[in-house]
């Protein structure tokens, strides 16, 4: 069993920043799949950010059309540790975000909430105007 915290999320103005952090804890994470998901009110939740292992213990980022070239997926392996950071944020942004991990598959399912496995409990974004 994997267990996800996500944490850094806040109030922030549009235009502002803030680092979202998932700390995994009970196995070792690193050749998962991950993934950041957001749900907005009366919405459905959405990918927002995946990264996928590869050999060698390469990582490949996705983004979400919405964010990229403001926000960024990364890992640190030897802290089992994935963060999602995000600039230039919107109001469209507030949601809660969730963190996600997939133990299995090719890692081309990081776009797909229903293909992971473990999700954590989701920490609040609010974008003010």
């Known amino acids: 069993q994997v267990q996800l915290l996500e944490s850094g999320g806040g109030l922030v103005q549009a235009g502002g920043s803030l680092r979202l952090s998932c700390a995994a804890s009970?196995?070792?994470?690193?050749?998962?799949?991950m993934g950041w998901f957001r749900q907005a009110p009366g919405k459905e939740r959405e990918f927002v950010a995946g990264?996928?292992?590869?050999?060698?213990?390469?990582?490949?980022?996705y983004l979400a059309d919405s964010v990229k070239g403001r926000f960024t997926i990364y890992r640190d392996s030897a802290k089992n540790m994935v963060y999602l950071q995000m600039n230039s944020l919107k109001p469209e942004d507030t949601a809660v975000y969730y963190c996600?991990?997939?133990?299995?598959?090719?890692?081309?399912?990081?776009?797909?909430?229903?293909?992971?496995?473990?999700w954590g409990q989701g920490t609040q974004v609010t974008v003010s105007s």
């Open positions: 990264s996928r292992w590869s050999v060698g213990y390469t990582y490949y980022g």
């Open positions: 009970g196995r070792a994470v690193s050749t998962y799949t």
């Open positions: 996600a991990a997939r133990s299995s598959g090719s890692g081309t399912e990081y776009y797909i909430a229903t293909a992971f496995d473990y």
